[in-house]
C-alpha cells in the first residue's frame, strides 16, 4: 500500500511538474507546436510529443528547440505569428506521394545558414539504401541517377550512417549526387528509436569554412524536423477510427493480450488505462474482463507496477523500443496474498491508435523453463542431438545438428550408414565401429572424427551413439549426440606437446646440473695446497646450493707462485647453471696465469676485467685477489665488487677497510685500488664468498658484524672456525658459499728475522 500511494503522489508531481514547465514554456513552444502541427497534419497533442521527442534527441530544453524551430523555419511559417492567439489559415496540405514543403523550405533555409549550394535529405530505406527524398539545389536528373545509393558505396552520406557521427566539411568527393559541379559535402545522420531514419548533406563548390558549435546546432535542428516530416507523417486514418481503437489483432491473438492507452492522453504520460483484453487473456487474480477494462494498471496491479512494471511499459512508451523478456519477475495480488510470478513479457508502441501499448505476458511454466535450459545447456556445451528410427528411417536432428557438423544450412538429416562417407578417411573405421556397435551389437560406443567436406580438417566432432531396444531387445532405433571438442582436442594436443617439451627441458636440465656440478667439483679442491714454504697455513670450504638446479659460479684458488709467495683468490661469477662454472674456470685459469707474470693484485684485476668480456661472454664476476710475501710478511690485496677479508688478530676480527674497485665486466677500463698490510704471526685471514652473509631482508652491514663476531670467538684451529662461521651462517639466499682461512705461521727459531 506505502508503495502504491508513492507511485499515486510520483504521478501528481510528474503533472504538476508538467504544467509548471507547459506554463513557462508556453510562449514559445506553443508556436513551435502549431507550426509542426499544421506541417505534419497531426493534432497538437501528437505536435507536442513529437517536440518533446525532438528536444530529447537534441539534448535541448523545449523552450530551446522551439526557438530554434522557429528560427530555422521559412519566414512564411513564423513571419505572420507575433505571438499567442489563433494561428494563419494552414496552407494546403501537400500530396501524399510529394514531400511536405516543411522539409524542401527548412533544407533550403539549412544551406542558406552554411552558404551551401544545395542540399538533400536521404532517407533510409530497408536493407540500409539510400533514396534521395527532397534536393532542393540539385537538378531533377542528378536526382535520378542517385535514386538508390547501396550500402557499402563510400559516397559521403552513406559514410556518416555507417559511423553514426557527422561527417565534414570533406572533399573535394567524387561518386555522389552532382559532385562534378558541389565536390564538398558535409553529412548529418538521423538516428529514431528504432534505427536510422535519414542523412541530410549540404554541398559546396569551394571547401567551405568550418561550421561554428551554433551552426552545426541548428543544422541538426532542421535534419530532426525534416527527417520527422518525412517518417512520421501518420496514415490517413479510416472512417472507423473514430469510433474507437481497433480491436481486430487484438482479438486474433492465441497469446493473452492487454491494449493499454497512455494515461493522460496528452503530454507525458505516468500511468496506463487498460483499454481492452482479448479472449486469451486470463487475470492472474481470477478478475473477469469487465473487472479489469477501464481500469488503470497501477490500479489494477498495484504489486506488479511497484515491484517495476509501470517504469518498464513508461521507457517502451517513451522509446519506441520493444521489449522482451523470457523470465520477468512480479508479483501480483491473489486476494491480499502477494503473489511472485515469472513471466514470457513482451511489450510494443503501437503507431495506431498512437501511443497505445500492446503488451502480452503468461505465466512461464516448469516445462517451458526446462526446455529453455536445456536449450540453453546445449548451446553453451556445443551439443547437438539426433535420432533415428531403424524401423522406418525416419532421422530427427536438433536444429544445432547440421550446423555443429559443419553442413550447409538446410541439409538433410544423414543416416547413420551413410555417416562415414562424410568423414575424413582417417576417421571413417572409427565411425562405422560405432555405428554397428549400436545398431548390430546394442552397445552404446564414443568416438571422435573430422568432417571430410571442411576444407581444413581443425573441426573435431565427438559422436555418441545409444540403441533403443524393442520390446524383442533388438535395436529399433539410435540416440545419440554430437558435440564440437575441437577446443578440448587443440588443449588436449598441445598440453601433450607441452607435456613432451616439458620432460625434454627437465632431462637437459639435469643433464647441464650435472655438466655444472662436475666442472666446479673437478676445478675446487676439496684441501688447499701446502702453503707451510710460505710460511701460511691453509683451509678451505666449499658449500654448493641446496637447490639442485642454482650450481653457481663461486670458486677459491690458493697455489704458490715461482716468486715463493702464495696467491689467495676468492671469487663469485653471476648466474647459475653450466655458463656461471665454465666462465668461473675461465676466470680462475686466468688469473692464475696472470699471476706468474709477478704483477701485483690491482694490476691483475685490471687485465682479468679486460678478458672477461672474451672469456665470459660479456658476464661480470666479483673476486677477491691478495698475494702475500712471505720475506716481508706483508699482503697486497684489491677487490672487484667484492666483500673485504676479514683480520683476526689477538682475539679481535675486523674486515679490512676496502679499496676502490668495481665488479669485473661493468666498465671497460676501471682502475682497482690496492691495499697493503703488514701481517703478525698467529695472524687469521678469512676471504669469503656473499652467499656466506647475504639476507633479502637487510643490508650487508648487519650480517658482517655478526659475522665478525662469531670469528672472535677462539677456535681450535681454522677447519673448526670455518665450520663454524658455516654452522652460523644466518644467509637466506641459498646461494654457494666458498671459504679462505690462512694463518701467518710463527718464524723457524734459526731464521734471522
Known amino acids: 500500500m506505502r508503495q502504491l500511494l508513492a507511485l499515486r503522489l510520483r504521478g501528481a508531481q510528474a503533472e504538476t511538474e508538467e504544467l509548471r514547465t507547459a506554463l513557462a514554456a508556453r510562449p514559445l513552444t506553443a508556436l513551435a507546436t502549431g507550426v509542426l502541427a499544421e506541417r505534419l497534419g497531426c493534432g497538437p497533442a501528437e505536435a507536442g510529443a513529437q517536440l518533446l521527442a525532438l528536444a530529447e534527441r537534441a539534448h535541448l530544453g523545449p523552450q530551446e528547440l522551439a526557438a530554434d524551430i522557429l528560427t530555422t523555419l521559412p519566414a512564411t511559417t513564423t513571419g505572420t505569428t507575433t505571438g499567442p492567439g489563433p494561428a494563419p489559415p494552414a496552407p494546403p496540405a501537400a500530396p501524399p506521394d510529394r514531400p511536405p514543403p516543411l522539409v524542401e523550405a527548412t533544407l533550403t533555409q539549412a544551406a542558406d545558414m552554411l552558404g551551401a549550394t544545395a542540399a538533400v535529405l536521404w532517407t533510409v530505406q530497408p536493407g540500409g539504401a539510400l533514396h534521395p527524398a527532397v534536393a532542393p539545389g540539385f537538378t531533377e536528373t542528378e536526382r535520378t541517377a542517385w535514386r538508390h545509393v547501396p550500402p557499402g558505396l563510400p559516397t559521403p552520406a552513406q559514410q556518416a550512417l555507417a559511423a553514426g557521427a557527422e561527417l565534414g566539411p570533406t572533399g573535394p568527393v567524387g561518386a555522389t549526387l552532382g559532385a562534378d559541379r558541389a565536390p564538398y559535402r558535409l553529412a548529418v545522420p538521423l538516428h529514431r528509436a528504432d534505427g536510422p531514419a535519414a542523412v541530410l548533406e549540404l554541398a559546396w563548390p569551394q571547401r567551405p569554412p568550418e561550421p561554428t558549435p551554433a551552426e552545426r546546432r541548428r543544422l541538426r535542428v532542421a535534419a530532426e524536423v525534416s527527417a520527422l516530416a518525412l517518417t512520421d507523417r501518420p496514415a490517413p486514418a479510416p472512417a472507423s477510427a473514430t469510433a474507437g481503437p481497433d480491436t481486430a489483432a487484438l482479438d486474433a491473438a492465441l497469446a493473452p493480450a492487454l491494449l493499454l492507452a497512455p494515461e493522460p492522453a496528452t503530454g507525458t504520460p505516468v500511468d496506463f488505462r487498460i483499454v481492452r483484453v482479448n479472449a486469451a487473456f486470463t487475470d492472474l487474480a481470477d478478475r473477469p474482463p469487465h473487472r479489469v477494462e477501464g481500469r488503470t494498471l497501477s490500479a489494477t496491479y498495484p504489486r506488479a507496477c511497484a515491484d517495476g512494471l509501470l517504469d518498464l511499459l513508461l521507457r517502451v512508451h517513451a522509446t519506441g523500443r520493444p521489449q522482451h523478456a523470457d523470465s520477468l519477475a512480479l508479483t501480483f495480488l491473489t486476494g491480499q496474498t502477494p503473489t511472485p510470478v515469472l513471466l514470457e513479457f513482451a511489450a510494443a508502441r503501437l503507431a495506431a491508435p498512437p501511443g497505445h501499448l500492446l503488451v502480452s505476458w503468461r505465466p512461464s511454466g516448469a516445462d517451458d523453463r526446462t526446455d529453455r535450459l536445456l536449450r540453453t545447456a546445449q548451446r553453451l556445451s556445443h551439443l547437438a542431438g539426433f535420432e533415428e528410427d531403424l524401423r522406418t528411417g525416419e532421422i530427427h536432428w536438433t536444429p544445432r545438428t547440421a550446423d555443429l557438423l559443419g553442413l550447409p544450412p538446410g541439409t538433410a538429416p544423414v543416416p547413420l550408414a551413410a555417416l562415414p562417407a562424410h568423414v575424413h578417411p582417417d576417421d571413417e573405421q572409427n565411425v562405422r565401429r560405432v555405428v554397428n556397435s549400436a545398431v548390430q551389437n546394442g552397445r552404446s ?66 643433464e647441464r646440473h650435472l655438466l655444472a656440478l662436475r666442472l666446479q667439483q673437478a676445478i675446487l679442491p676439496p684441501a688447499p695446497p701446502p702453503l707451510e714454504s710460505a710460511g701460511l697455513r691453509a683451509a678451505v670450504r666449499y658449500r654448493p646450493s641446496s637447490q639442485r638446479d642454482r ?14 709467495t702464495a696467491l689467495l683468490v676468492v671469487g663469485d661469477m653471476a648466474g647459475h647453471g653450466v655458463e656461471a662454472a665454465t666462465g668461473m674456470v675461465a676466470l680462475r685459469h686466468a688469473l692464475r696465469g696472470l699471476a706468474h707474470t709477478g704483477a701485483g ?9 679486460q678478458a672477461t668480456a672474451e672469456l665470459t661472454g660479456a658476464a661480470t664476476a666479483t673476486v677477491v685477489c691478495a698475494r702475500y710475501h712471505p720475506d716481508t710478511r706483508t699482503l697486497h690485496w684489491a677487490r672487484a665488487g667484492h666483500l673485504p677479508p676479514v683480520l683476526l688478530r689477538d682475539g679481535a676480527a675486523r674486515p679490512l677497510p676496502m679499496p676502490h674497485g668495481i665488479l ?13 698490510l703488514a701481517m703478525r ?8 664468498t656473499d652467499g656466506l652473509i647475504e639476507r633479502r631482508d637487510r643490508s650487508v652491514e648487519e650480517p658482517l658484524e655478526q659475522l665478525v663476531r662469531t670469528l672472535a670467538e677462539p677456535a681450535a684451529d681454522l677447519d673448526a672456525l670455518l665450520d663454524r662461521a658455516l654452522a652460523t651462517s644466518t644467509a637466506d639466499t641459498d646461494d654457494d658459499t666458498c671459504l679462505i682461512a690462512v694463518e701467518v705461521l710463527a718464524p723457524d727459531p734459526d731464521e734471522n728475522v
Open 601 to 609: 693484485p690491482g694490476r691483475l684485476l685490471g687485465w682479468l676485467n
Open 664 to 676: 669485473l665486466g661493468a666498465a671497460e677500463d676501471p682502475d682497482y685500488q690496492e691495499h697493503h
Open 445 to 510: 560406443d564414443s568416438t571422435v572424427f573430422r568432417m571430410r567436406h571442411l576444407s581444413s580438417y581443425t573441426h573435431y566432432v565427438r559422436m555418441v551413439a545409444e540403441p533403443v531396444p524393442d520390446p524383442s531387445g533388438r535395436t529399433a532405433a539410435v540416440q545419440g549426440a554430437f558435440q564440437d571438442v575441437s577446443a578440448q582436442h587443440w588443449t588436449e594436443t598441445a598440453l601433450a606437446a607441452t607435456t613432451e617439451s616439458l620432460a625434454s627441458t627437465r632431462q637437459e636440465a639435469a
Open 551 to 564: 650450481v653457481g659460479g663461486d670458486w677459491y684458488d690458493t697455489t704458490l707462485l715461482p716468486d715463493r
Open 681 to 688: 704471526p698467529g695472524d687469521v685471514l678469512l676471504l669469503y
